[in-house]
């Protein structure tokens, strides 16, 4: 038995944190608010802990710079035959070295009785996944590859339809004739190929360096300290949930419905940016406001598995909001999906996907991934990324988005570095003002016809509120009036977009029209891309 137990802390997780005690129950916790702390390890568990994760960090280190060593040791002559043999035999003894450390790491977790009451814990929630045994796991922050599974996409869903993934929009494919398309595919197979390796070497890494594990195990303390506030604050629940794809994807769920605000009875499910992570994300606007709140990482980020292509990403998504539905007990009308950068892919997505779905916040996201990747790759590739985009990294929110029948808010950062084609001084180089165009011109094509389309960019431009104010009064424009058309046509003919109001107006009702729909869908925030949001800034879309 003591060996059993021995091994078993061996092969156990890494212990972080002890948010509260086992035996103390959440109701008494949530009263007290005592805080939890950090787990103590004994000496022998410590130095030998160090000694494994500073082998993990080489490990790492070597494996992202492996092709500049694998060149560097074949012009010195070292891989060869005769150079194998003693550099395996010294990799052996340090492997054996390592797995001898591991052992006494092993008899340093088992002489702590801290960790023995934890270890004993998770097998018993392995055996028996109670509500209980779960309450009792949740009290420890670890490894989250041990975590046990909470939900699955097949619990709702059926194999045989979802075992590909979810649906997304692909680009329409060029009608060629039989002969032209073998010569095309033939000459294009180079493209095909470097592409290919550009997207999932360093092009998957540069558009989410979130995923980077270097990145991540320097921003550690940081989201440790950060999902503690969850957890020991708002008394947040961390769950595992499988994609269709086999990724798991690790969640987080602030409950406030039994708070008795109106706004705790919706639930704001959060999509992060490229780097950003649900323990110190954009997770925590909702929460000040209020809300219920579920956030989740990406493929690849903190706890979840796998990489975050698009696919993955929108599998991703899918079961998060399945979980919502399905275990959480939320309708989808209850449901608002709020998303930072490049998490407008994901967001407009889960709307296109899910149309039922109340509306939707997207914050400092942009309209097409092509014009931003083309910033910051020489002109010469120009082909190159175009093909690498479209074909692996297609992040084509306005087209998602306009799928979408529901209520619509962009907030657009004013000093935006990021989604900017030229720099954040240039406010209409800013990739929201496309998406709020495209999103216009498609739900109001009489409103927004080349006029229209003049003085929401003249708008567009004022780079703070006074300007903004000033061009917004300069057209005279009438709110009550423009709601009562609005209203009056909704009122007459089927509410389905793209409406036709406007057809027969003049040009002055069209102008009004265009810039207060403009004001209605878009809120501007004066400041930079990375600047969290303030809860007093997030506002529910505008309704008609």
Same mark, same amino acid.
């Given at each position: 038995?003591?060996?059993?137990?021995?091994?078993?802390?061996?092969?156990?997780?890494?212990?972080?944190?002890?948010?509260?005690?086992?035996?103390?129950?959440?109701?008494?916790?949530?009263?007290?608010?005592?805080?939890?702390?950090?787990?103590?390890?004994?000496?022998?568990?410590?130095?030998?802990?160090?000694?494994?994760?500073?082998?993990?960090?080489?490990?790492?280190?070597?494996?992202?710079?492996?092709?500049?060593?694998?060149?560097?040791?074949?012009?010195?002559?070292?891989?060869?035959?005769?150079?194998?043999?003693?550099?395996?035999?010294?990799?052996?003894?340090?492997?054996?070295?390592?797995?001898?450390?591991?052992?006494?790491?092993? %008899?340093?977790?088992?002489?702590?009785?801290?960790?023995?009451?934890?270890?004993?814990?998770?097998?018993?929630?392995?055996?028996?996944?109670?509500?209980?045994?779960?309450?009792?796991?949740?009290?420890? $922050?670890? $490894?989250?590859?041990?975590?046990?599974?909470?939900?699955?996409?097949?619990?709702?869903?059926?194999?045989?339809?979802?075992?590909?993934?979810?649906?997304?929009?692909?680009?329409?494919?060029?009608?060629?004739?039989?002969?032209?398309?073998?010569?095309?595919?033939?000459?294009?197979?180079?493209?095909?190929?470097?592409?290919?390796?550009?997207?999932?070497?360093?092009?998957?890494?540069?558009?989410?360096?979130?995923?980077?594990?270097?990145?991540?195990?320097?921003?550690?303390?940081?989201?440790?300290?950060?999902?503690?506030?969850?957890?020991?604050?708002?008394d947040g629940q961390r769950n595992k949930l499988v994609a269709c794809d086999g990724n798991e994807i690790d969640t987080m769920?602030?409950?406030?419905?039994? $708070?008795?605000?109106?706004?705790?009875?919706?639930?704001?499910?959060?999509?992060?940016?490229?780097?950003?992570?649900?323990?110190?994300?954009?997770?925590?606007?909702?929460?000040?406001?209020?809300?219920?709140?579920?956030?989740?990482?990406?493929?690849?980020?903190?706890?979840?598995?796998?990489?975050?292509?698009?696919?993955?990403?929108?599998?991703?998504?899918?079961?998060?909001?399945?979980?919502?539905?399905?275990?959480?007990?939320?309708?989808?009308?209850?449901?608002?999906?709020?998303?930072?950068?490049?998490?407008?892919?994901?967001?407009?997505?889960?709307?296109?996907?899910?149309?039922?779905?109340?509306?939707?916040?997207?914050?400092?996201?942009?309209?097409?991934?092509?014009?931003?990747?083309?910033?910051?790759?020489?002109?010469?590739?120009?082909?190159?990324?175009?093909?690498?985009?479209?074909?692996?990294?297609?992040?084509?929110?306005?087209?998602?988005?306009?799928?979408?029948?529901?209520?619509?808010?962009?907030?657009?950062?004013?000093?935006?570095?990021?989604?900017?084609?030229?720099?954040?001084?240039d406010i209409m180089s800013n990739r929201g003002n496309d998406l709020l165009l495209k999103l216009l011109q498609f739900r109001?094509?009489?409103?927004?016809?080349?006029?229209?389309?003049?003085?929401?960019?003249?708008?567009?431009?004022?780079?703070?509120?006074?300007?903004?104010?000033?061009?917004?009064?300069?057209?005279?424009?009438?709110? $009550? %009036?423009?709601?009562?058309?609005?209203?009056?046509?909704?009122?007459?003919?089927?509410?389905?977009?793209?409406?036709?109001?406007?057809?027969?107006?003049?040009?002055?009702?069209?102008?009004?029209?265009?810039?207060?729909?403009?004001?209605?869908?878009?809120?501007?925030?004066?400041?930079?891309?990375?600047?969290?949001?303030?809860?007093?800034?997030?506002?529910?879309?505008?309704?008609?």
């Amino acid at each position: 038995m003591a060996g059993w137990m021995w091994l078993r802390c061996v092969l156990g997780p890494h212990l972080q944190r002890v948010h509260r005690s086992p035996d103390q129950s959440r109701l008494e916790d949530r009263a007290g608010r005592r805080q939890g702390w950090k787990y103590q390890p004994r000496s022998v568990e410590k130095h030998t802990d160090s000694i494994l994760g500073w082998a993990s960090a080489l490990w790492s280190l070597s494996y992202y710079s492996s092709p500049l060593l694998l060149c560097y040791l074949y012009r010195k002559g070292y891989i060869c035959s005769t150079k194998l043999v003693p550099v395996s035999q010294y990799v052996g003894t340090v492997l054996v070295c390592l797995l001898g450390v591991a052992c006494l790491r092993g %008899w340093g977790r088992w002489k702590n009785s801290e960790y023995l009451q934890f270890i004993s814990i998770l097998e018993e929630t392995k055996k028996n996944h109670s509500p209980a045994n779960k309450n009792k796991l949740r009290c420890y $922050d670890f $490894d989250f590859s041990f975590w046990p599974v909470d939900f699955s996409w097949t619990e709702v869903s059926n194999p045989k339809q979802s075992k590909a993934g979810v649906s997304l929009l692909k680009p329409e494919p060029r009608i060629r004739g039989a002969a032209d398309g073998v010569l095309h595919s033939v000459r294009t197979l180079p493209c095909h190929i470097i592409s290919f390796l550009i997207a999932h070497s360093f092009g998957r890494r540069m558009l989410y360096p979130g995923s980077v594990g270097l990145l991540q195990k320097a921003l550690r303390p940081m989201l440790q300290q950060g999902q503690a506030k969850l957890i020991e604050e708002f008394d947040g629940q961390r769950n595992k949930l499988v994609a269709c794809d086999g990724n798991e994807i690790d969640t987080m769920f602030v409950d406030r419905r039994r $708070d008795g605000g109106q706004d705790g009875q919706t639930l704001v499910i959060c999509c992060e940016g490229n780097a950003g992570f649900y323990e110190v994300g954009c997770m925590n606007t909702p929460l000040e406001g209020g809300y219920s709140v579920l956030g989740w990482n990406h493929p690849g980020f903190g706890g979840s598995t796998g990489v975050p292509f698009p696919q993955n990403e929108a599998n991703a998504m899918d079961v998060v909001i399945q979980y919502a539905i399905h275990k959480l007990g939320f309708q989808l009308s209850d449901i608002v999906i709020y998303a930072w950068s490049i998490g407008g892919f994901t967001a407009s997505w889960a709307v296109m996907s899910y149309p039922e779905i109340q509306s939707v916040v997207l914050d400092a996201s942009f309209d097409d991934l092509l014009p931003l990747a083309l910033k910051v790759m020489p002109d010469s590739w120009r082909p190159l990324v175009q093909h690498t985009v479209r074909q692996y990294m297609n992040l084509n929110n306005a087209e998602q988005l306009l799928k979408y029948q529901g209520p619509v808010l962009l907030i657009r950062r004013t000093r935006d570095e990021i989604i900017t084609t030229t720099g954040p001084e240039d406010i209409m180089s800013n990739r929201g003002n496309d998406l709020l165009l495209k999103l216009l011109q498609f739900r109001y094509p009489k409103i927004m016809t080349d006029e229209g389309v003049r003085v929401v960019r003249q708008w567009l431009g004022a780079s703070n509120y006074m300007e903004e104010e000033s061009v917004y009064s300069g057209y005279e424009v009438d709110d $009550d %009036w423009c709601v009562s058309v609005l209203q009056s046509y909704q009122a007459d003919r089927d509410v389905l977009f793209p409406w036709s109001v406007g057809e027969d107006m003049t040009l002055e009702g069209r102008r009004q029209l265009a810039l207060f729909l403009a004001r209605k869908y878009m809120r501007n925030f004066e400041t930079t891309h990375c600047t969290p949001l303030p809860a007093s800034e997030f506002h529910s879309p505008w309704r008609l």
